[in-house]
């Protein structure tokens, strides 16, 4: 059975994000060197970028990462939370700030991870600012395996917001891609993919 489809866009960084068509975007990791990992994003139509993530290299401090356009500005600085308190919970959680105009930082979204201590097996859950959903403590959640490459991204509806994939035959997950639904704010999703990036220890991960 199809999932429901979008009545409005989903802007979650900004409606610039969101095409009024499904997209299908080619995300090409970045080896990790001294001054840090990473990966870009280009757009299968044009092969040109569109997003650039880097790791907690390039910022000189671990749990930290930041996603740029295609002029280079950063669009999410992502941070993953810490402290005592943090270190004795289940779940860590991350945090994604947009820019506005004049730089100031602003609370978009919020990622729990689940702890090795569960085998990562929990859900990967996302909260909004502001809430998207009525009920609950999340709104989007991540469903599948993203080291395979085959994961979902859905909404508290079961909405498919966003589909992770490699080509069939294909065993370098060093190249895949990612479907983005129609409305659904590309920056968000690309904010959520360097996350998941770097909790399993791949190309963002120091």
Not at 159 to 179: C, F, S
Request: charged content about 25%; proline content about 4%; hydrophobic content about 40%.
């Amino acid at each position: 059975m199809a999932s429901p489809k979008l009545k409005a866009p989903v802007a979650i960084i900004s409606k610039l994000y969101c095409s009024p068509s499904q997209v299908v975007l080619t995300v090409r990791k970045r080896p990790q060197t001294v001054t840090g990992g990473g990966f870009v994003v280009t757009e299968d139509s044009t092969q040109s970028v569109v997003f650039r993530v880097e790791g907690c290299g390039v910022l000189g401090s671990q749990g930290e990462l930041i996603v740029r356009d295609r002029a280079g500005d950063a669009l999410l600085l992502i941070r993953r939370k810490e402290g005592v308190v943090q270190a004795l919970s289940i779940n860590r959680k991350w945090k994604g700030y947009s820019f506005d105009y004049e730089g100031i930082k602003k609370l978009v979204f919020k990622l729990k991870e689940p702890n090795s201590c569960l085998g990562r097996t929990s859900a990967i859950r996302i909260s909004t600012e502001p809430r998207r959903s009525s009920g609950g403590d999340w709104d989007f959640e991540v469903q599948g395996r993203f080291p395979e490459k085959a994961c979902t991204i859905v909404d508290h509806l079961g909405r498919i917001m966003a589909q992770i994939g490699v080509e069939k035959g294909m065993r370098n997950m060093d190249l895949y891609y990612v479907v983005v639904k129609p409305g659904v704010d590309q920056a968000f999703v690309f904010g959520v993919i360097a996350v998941l990036d770097n909790i399993y220890g791949e190309s963002t991960a120091c």
